[in-house]
């Protein structure tokens, strides 16, 4: 899996110790369930449009993804709501394949559209018992910037016009001017294709003879 951007600075954010579920009774049986959970929190008060997860994986053998995200411009609290679920992050949980490889998510593969997050929570299963430690490291969250609108042919167009800012090409026809005439040839062009006729233009004879006046100089 590819990383974001090396451009794009990550995300400000805390990452808090996973937290394992244990199984019975935690005073007396030291047994874990094989899940844990990560909690990664963003700056308070701000949300962020995510573009990219990106991680170092430690014996992880699935993780899940949820985000809690606020609506802007209404007063209901922040929702969880889950993004990916089970992503497969080992070959075989009981084999080594995959279980230390940098990871990423991008958000076309989220089920939700991650905008406006104000936490992500990493949910990490290992059903193997072969590994008694796995979590995630280097954990990185990308913001997601809309891309700059495409320059519209118009706005291309108006600025071959702006002769003014050109020195270089002073003397040189007003382009606005030429462009204008140019469309009305194409114009003139398509309608004398569109009406041909095959009757003679110029001719001065009638019935086969010529009028002498017509054939005088003046």
């Not at 076309?108 to 406006?116: K, L, R």
């Not at 949910?123 to 490291?137: D, G, T, Y």
């Not at 001017?177 to 140019?182: A, C, P």
Request: proline share 7%; charged share 20%.
């Amino acid at each position: 899996m590819s990383g974001s951007d090396e451009n794009t600075e990550p995300v400000t954010c805390t990452v808090k110790p996973p937290v394992f579920l244990q199984l019975g009774d935690p005073k007396t049986d030291k047994a874990k369930s094989g899940v844990c959970v990560v909690d990664v929190t963003l700056p308070f008060g701000k949300s962020v449009n995510i573009e990219e997860i990106c991680f170092k994986n430690f014996y992880t053998a699935y993780v899940t993804v949820r985000l809690l995200r606020k609506i802007p411009g209404q007063e209901a609290p922040a929702k969880w709501a889950t993004a990916l679920r089970d992503l497969a992050l080992m070959d075989n949980p009981h084999t080594e394949g995959g279980s230390q490889d940098y990871c990423s998510i991008h958000r076309t593969q989220m089920q939700v559209v991650p905008d406006h997050v104000m936490s992500v929570r990493f949910i990490l299963r290992q059903p193997s018992s072969a590994w008694l430690n796995f979590n995630l490291e280097e954990i990185k969250i990308y913001r997601h910037i809309e891309p700059d609108p495409k320059k519209e042919v118009s706005d291309l167009l108006s600025d071959l016009t702006l002769v003014d800012f050109h020195p270089d090409l002073e003397g040189l026809p007003d382009p606005s001017t030429v462009s204008s005439s140019i469309q009305q040839m194409w114009a003139l062009t398509e309608v004398m294709q569109t009406n041909q006729t095959t009757a003679s233009i110029g001719r001065f004879d009638v019935d086969g003879c010529y009028d002498i006046n017509l054939l005088s100089v003046p």
